[in-house]
């Protein structure tokens, strides 16, 4: 069973910034996608960006372009999820998940039906 461990979450003012984390039990490989999802309270999932393969492409949900960056280290086996201008809007409980072998039209369109495994959550709340 594959696990996903998130951190980083938690409480800032809007226009502030956040960096989140996730940690797969599987190595993040050329076919891994790597994706963030969020769900508030009574909305749907929601995806948020993802990234391919070695660093091969990274994706955004329309919301966060231009305010929200995703990235991995290869090494660290660790994807991040910078979070800048947050807006209370942005407030959920954010969600790292991995399709472990996917491809890049797969890895675009940020479905949570492709994700084969998922972390717990990480509460990120943004007051005005």
């Known amino acids: 069973q594959v696990q996903l461990v998130e951190s980083g979450g938690g409480s800032v003012q809007a226009g502030g910034s956040l960096t989140l984390s996730c940690v797969p039990s599987?190595?993040?490989?050329?076919?891994?996608?790597m994706s963030w999802f969020r769900q508030a309270p009574d909305k749907e999932r929601e995806g948020v960006a993802s990234?391919?393969?070695?660093?091969?492409?990274?994706f955004y949900g329309d919301s966060v372009k231009g305010r929200f960056t995703i990235s991995q280290d290869i090494a660290e086996n660790t994807v991040y999820l910078q979070m800048t201008n947050l807006k209370p809007e942005d407030t959920a409980m954010y969600y790292c998940?991995?399709?472990?072998?996917?491809?890049?039209?797969?890895?675009?369109?940020?479905?949570?039906?492709?994700?084969?495994?998922w972390g717990q959550g990480t509460q990120v709340t943004v007051s005005s």
């Open positions: 990234i391919y393969g070695g660093n091969e492409g990274t």
């Open positions: 599987v190595q993040i490989n050329s076919r891994t996608c």
């Open positions: 998940a991995v399709d472990v072998s996917s491809s890049v039209p797969i890895c675009r369109r940020l479905r949570s039906s492709d994700a084969n495994y």
